[in-house]
């Protein structure tokens, strides 16, 4: 086993000849009586202290050979250079100083053979291993914080050792190593792909001879080294990253600016000269830190090139910014708030364009860039299955599309691509902050203002989620949406998690992409319902699964039970992830072993008690939201054409056609292959085929809504994605692969057009078109009423009631709308819809009795041009008196008309008279107009 194994012991020396005398007996020593081969290479960096005399009168008796360095300097580089020239086939790399034990070596070497690890080390931070009883606090205070900065690039708890083993074959798979300081094996776990890193705990002990060569320099060369580490494996995290930090500095600059410039000049003008200082300041540092290697112009005009490149994002920044200030009541009042989100929703475009104009990369570098990506991937692609792609693998991928598809480099399509994605992100975001409520929206929002275990139609989730962004940001139009639109993005990174895990990571990036690209999907992210929390919590149970099946880990299941309580708190629809888990579990024999253990279980528990709110809710009101779901909506119905084909025009509006097409198109090949039956396919069939099933069910005889569907094709995303790049794969000539991959980008411009145009159109002409009439004039409509309101409160001295016609619609946006201009009451207390005359209320319903109104007078307002003789027998039917008012204005809202009555004396009890003239007169109106 291990004795066939010939090794070689790094050990690096500057000025040790003290220490050598002690070491290396004690490693002959170890090497021996472990039966081990192999040889002490000492490699010396021109010492000149009696190192290289030591050596050659112990090499009589050791197994010593000295090589030494007369022009290179450094730990890293001389065990490199040690590696480069050893004849074993492990290499043991430990300080010449002794605080490494040598008799740890044969562990290190046992656990490269039998663990079959990448790397093993020699580790002070696991149990049984510890540092010298010596070191001072800020000594362990120093090297936690190294190791915290470091534990980003490698799972090894103790990733600054060097104390360490690792095999020649891994050693020559290392790519452009460039140590500097003395972390070699951080350098090397980093380089080297190592993902299975074993750690032998060791007793860490002070030297006792000699002086210690760390210094405050070799700190600073560390906290350099690390900087490249970074770069090099986040490759396309690395630049973004730095961009943010440098413009959360300009960020600074640019309040700091703007607080001053806004004491003497205009906010549009200080916004403006703000934004300016704070670009020459990220000009600056982006220059010497974030894109330092790419500075080919000089620097008056990459200056010049930086301003015109971020021009985009300074007129996203100040356009959200101005626009949330003046728009909104809450912004107004803290435009430095508005500045910070107007920053948030510029920085994308400007690194974008300064990544790809102002500090773009050579085409020497580009290709250079590219040959190392390329061979790192071949490395990547023998050591794991051709299926996986690793982040470098990723731009290879998508090197190769862009070949196909016809285009030079990446560089254009991600700039286009990046760009529709700015804009589109931007405009949400100003779109959230400026365009009027939907009546759903506002009703749900009247759910958060009457907190509660449960409501009529829906869970309590969606109260939740707008009741944390009113919180913070007020009762305004982004603070209702705020939070949904955070949870989309959320789900994303979900999707890209999920993904990754069964399918690959470009496979995840596609995916994340079409969740936020999908129009109808981009829609969820901007309309505040609770389908944003539903799909949210179905991707994080998606995760839970994940961790639970995939990787085995027993928290995955509580992950999974936490998060399909949360989905049954968002909409009833979260059951089906309960399906999918079992049919999961079932179908694929290996995890049918889960079902004997018990952390399933008490994941359903988990979920129970969380939905329990929503369950105690309904049993103290007779069931009624379970019924209103379940049995009320879905009353016996014929067979129906239409409805079928609604639930077909649904599935193609939300998945694409293109998207469609592909997944059924594959089915056939997948079944003929049996790759079906593989555990990601039956992930992926099992949380998607029940819902659909359910629905296409339901399609038969009622009518679908478009957003019953949004969950049921979340898990195909990574499978069509991964589809498709199987797809380009199988294909043959340049000209087919070409034509596939510009209908991918076609369909995803198409729809990144679609979700810049809609917000656009709300932005600028809906308010003018009123076309799309959800989004109404709903303030212009609140004060219009609320001058009547007034009225009548200072006739009777007492806060009448606001009845709204229709279920829930008018009165929600009209309860939202008064209540920032009614400051004596919360206009939610004293708004309410048609079901106190008698009619469906929904929620309304459960907000107050009839006996709460009574002899109360009130303000009736419909949205019919006039209100017809039954209404007013309906209104006479309960009210003492009713008076019609006649105002024009309310004529000239948008395409509706409206109308409004005042009525005196609310009735909870109808009199036998009052009876018999409504009946007589709904008579004598339907004779007449018979």
Same mark, same amino acid.
């Given at each position: 086993?291990?004795?066939?194994?010939?090794?070689?012991?790094?050990?690096?020396?500057?000025q040790e000849v003290e220490n050598l005398p002690f070491l290396i007996p004690r490693v002959a020593s170890v090497l021996a009586d472990a039966g081990l081969q192999g040889e002490i290479l000492i490699v010396d960096d021109d010492s000149r202290d009696g190192t290289v005399e030591l050596c050659r009168r112990m090499a009589a008796e050791y197994p010593i050979r000295l090589m030494v360095r007369e022009r290179e300097r450094g730990l890293s580089s001389a065990v490199v250079h040690g590696m480069r020239h050893a004849q074993g086939d492990v290499f043991v790399v430990m300080d010449a100083d002794l605080s490494h034990p040598p008799e740890k070596i044969p562990e290190l070497v046992a656990a490269l053979d039998n663990e079959d690890a990448d790397f093993a080390i020699g580790s002070r931070y696991v149990p049984g291993g510890r540092a010298d009883e010596n070191w001072g606090v800020l000594r362990r205070l120093n090297s936690k914080i190294a190791t915290l900065l470091a534990r980003p690039l490698t799972?090894?708890?103790?990733?600054?050792?060097?104390?360490?083993?690792?095999?020649?074959?891994?050693?020559?798979?290392?790519?452009?190593?460039?140590?500097?300081?003395?972390?070699?094996?951080?350098?090397?776990?980093?380089?080297?792909?190592?993902?299975?890193?074993?750690?032998?705990?060791?007793?860490?002990?002070?030297?006792?001879?000699?002086?210690?060569?760390?210094?405050?320099?070799?700190?600073?060369?560390?906290?350099?080294?690390?900087?490249?580490?970074?770069?090099?494996?986040?490759?396309?995290?690395?630049?973004?990253v730095k961009f943010c930090l440098v413009g959360a500095t300009g960020l600074g600059v640019d309040l700091v600016m703007f607080t001053v410039l806004l004491g003497f000049l205009p906010l549009f003008i200080a916004r403006a000269l703000a934004i300016w200082i704070a670009m020459s300041w990220n000009f600056v540092f982006n220059r010497q830190f974030t894109f330092r290697t790419d500075r080919h112009h000089r620097g008056l005009k990459q200056y010049g090139l930086f301003c015109a490149s971020c021009l985009g994002g300074a007129v996203v920044s100040w356009g959200v910014s101005v626009g949330l200030s003046h728009q909104t009541v809450f912004f107004g009042g803290h435009p430095l708030l508005a500045a910070v989100l107007g920053v948030v929703a510029g920085t994308g475009l400007n690194y974008l364009f300064s990544r790809h104009v102002t500090f773009r990369l050579n085409p020497s570098q580009i290709d250079n860039a590219t040959a190392c990506r390329h061979a790192t991937a071949e490395i990547s692609a023998r050591k794991h299955n051709a299926m996986t792609t690793t982040s470098t693998g990723l731009r290879a991928s998508?090197?190769?599309?862009?070949?196909?598809?016809?285009?030079?480099?990446?560089?254009?399509?991600?700039? #286009?691509?990046?760009?529709? !994605?700015?804009?589109?992100? *931007?405009?949400? +975001?100003? %779109?959230? =902050?400026?365009?009027?409520? $939907?009546?759903?929206?506002?009703?749900?929002?009247?759910?958060?203002?009457?907190?509660?275990?449960?409501?009529?139609?829906?869970?309590?989730?969606?109260?939740?989620?707008?009741?944390?962004?009113?919180?913070?940001?007020?009762?305004?139009?982004?603070?209702?949406?705020?939070?949904?639109?955070?949870?989309?993005?959320?789900?994303?990174?979900?999707?890209?998690?999920?993904?990754?895990?069964?399918?690959?990571?470009?496979?995840?990036?596609?995916?994340?992409?079409?969740?936020?690209?999908?129009?109808?999907?981009?829609?969820?992210?901007?309309?505040?319902?609770?389908?944003?929390?539903?799909?949210?919590?179905?991707?994080?149970?998606?995760?839970?699964?994940?961790?639970?099946?995939?990787?085995?880990?027993?928290?995955?299941?509580?992950?999974?039970?936490?998060? #399909?309580?949360?989905?049954? !708190?968002?909409?009833?629809? *979260?059951?089906? +992830?309960? %399906?999918? =888990?079992?049919?999961?579990? $079932?179908?694929?024999?290996?995890?049918?072993?889960?079902?004997?253990?018990?952390?399933?279980?008490?994941?359903?528990?988990?979920?129970?008690?969380?939905?329990?709110?929503?369950?105690?809710?309904?049993?103290?009101?007779?069931?009624?939201?379970?019924?209103?779901?379940?049995?009320?909506?879905?009353?016996?119905?014929?067979?129906?054409?239409?409805?079928?084909?609604?639930?077909?025009?649904?599935?193609?509006?939300?998945?694409?056609?293109?998207?469609?097409?592909?997944y059924l198109s594959s089915l056939p090949r997948l079944m003929k292959t049996r790759r079906l039956l593989t555990a990601r396919w039956l992930v992926v069939l099992s949380f998607s085929t029940p819902l659909l099933l359910v629905m296409a069910y339901k399609s038969l005889r009622y009518e679908i809504h478009i957003n019953w569907m949004l969950p049921a094709l979340l898990s195909m995303f990574p499978a069509?994605?991964?589809?498709?790049?199987?797809?380009?794969?199988?294909?043959?000539?340049?000209?087919?692969?070409?034509?596939?991959?510009?209908?991918?980008?076609?369909?995803?411009?198409?729809?990144?057009?679609?979700?810049?145009?809609?917000?656009?159109?709300?932005?600028?002409?809906?308010?003018?078109?009123?076309?799309?009439?959800?989004?109404?004039?709903?303030?212009?409509?609140?004060?219009?009423?609320?001058?009547?309101?007034?009225?009548?409160?200072?006739?009777?001295?007492?806060?009448?009631?606001?009845?709204?016609?229709?279920?829930?619609?008018?009165?929600?946006?009209?309860?939202?709308?008064?209540?920032p201009i009614e400051h004596d009451v919360n206009a939610t207390d004293y708004t309410t819809s048609q079901w106190i005359l008698g009619g469906e209320g929904l929620g309304y319903e459960y907000w107050s009795q009839r006996n709460d109104w009574a002899g109360f007078d009130c303000i009736y307002v419909t949205d019919d041009k006039d209100i017809d003789v039954l209404t007013q027998l309906q209104l006479r039917e309960h009210f003492a008196s009713v008076e019609l008012v006649e105002d024009a204005r309310m004529l000239n809202l948008g395409r509706k008309r409206y109308s409004l009555a005042i009525c005196r004396g609310f009735r909870t009890e109808r009199t036998m008279t009052s009876r018999m003239s409504t009946l007589a007169g709904r008579w004598n109106y339907a004779w007449t107009n018979r």
């Open positions: 086993m291990a004795g066939l194994m010939k090794l070689t012991i790094i050990v690096p020396t500057f799972s090894a708890r103790d990733p600054m050792a060097g104390f360490f083993a690792i095999r020649r074959e891994t050693f020559l798979q290392a790519d452009a190593l460039d140590p500097i300081g003395y972390k070699i094996g951080l350098e090397l776990m980093v380089k080297c792909g190592c993902e299975k890193v074993q750690e032998v705990p060791i007793h860490f002990r002070d030297r006792r001879l000699g002086t210690s060569k760390l210094s405050f320099r070799e700190q600073i060369n560390y906290l350099v080294h690390l900087l490249r580490l970074f770069d090099y494996r986040f490759e396309h995290l690395s630049c973004p998508l090197d190769s599309f862009a070949k196909v598809a016809g285009w030079r480099t990446t560089r254009n399509p991600i700039l #286009l691509v990046g760009l529709l !994605l700015g804009v589109m992100l *931007g405009l949400r +975001l100003l %779109a959230m =902050a400026l365009v009027p409520l $939907i009546p759903e929206e506002a009703y749900y929002w009247m759910y958060s203002q009457h907190p509660n275990l449960s409501y009529y139609d829906h869970p309590p989730m969606v109260a939740w989620v707008i009741g944390l962004g009113t919180s913070i940001f007020g009762d305004t139009e982004f603070g209702v949406r705020i939070v949904g639109n955070l949870m989309m993005l959320g789900a994303s990174l979900l999707m890209y998690l999920f993904a990754r895990e069964w399918f690959s990571r470009a496979a995840g990036v596609i995916a994340a992409l079409a969740l936020q690209i999908l129009p109808v999907y981009f829609g969820v992210g901007f309309i505040a319902t609770m389908d944003s929390a539903l799909i949210f919590f179905w991707m994080f149970c998606l995760v839970g699964i994940t961790a639970a099946l995939r990787r085995d880990r027993a928290w995955g299941w509580y992950v999974a039970g936490f998060a #399909l309580g949360a989905a049954m !708190l968002s909409k009833y629809t *979260g059951v089906f +992830l309960a %399906a999918g =888990a079992v049919l999961s579990v $079932i179908a694929y024999q290996p995890w049918r072993r889960h079902l004997r253990t018990i952390h399933p279980y008490i994941a359903l528990l988990l979920a129970a008690a969380l939905f329990s709110p929503v369950l105690i809710w309904n049993a103290q009101h007779d069931w009624a939201s379970i019924r209103f779901q379940f049995l009320d909506r879905f009353g016996d119905k014929p067979l129906n054409l239409k409805t079928i084909g609604i639930f077909i025009g649904i599935l193609i509006a939300v998945a694409t056609p293109m998207v469609l097409w592909l069509v994605s991964q589809m498709f790049i199987a797809q380009l794969r199988r294909l043959r000539t340049d000209l087919d692969r070409r034509h596939w991959a510009r209908q991918l980008t076609w369909t995803g411009t198409i729809c990144l057009v679609i979700n810049i145009a809609m917000p656009a159109y709300l932005l600028v002409l809906q308010p003018h078109l009123h076309f799309i009439s959800a989004f109404g004039p709903w303030e212009r409509l609140a004060r219009l009423v609320e001058p009547y309101e007034d009225r009548l409160e200072a006739e009777t001295g007492r806060e009448p009631l606001m009845v709204a016609d229709g279920k829930y619609r008018l009165s929600s946006v009209l309860a939202f709308y008064r209540k």
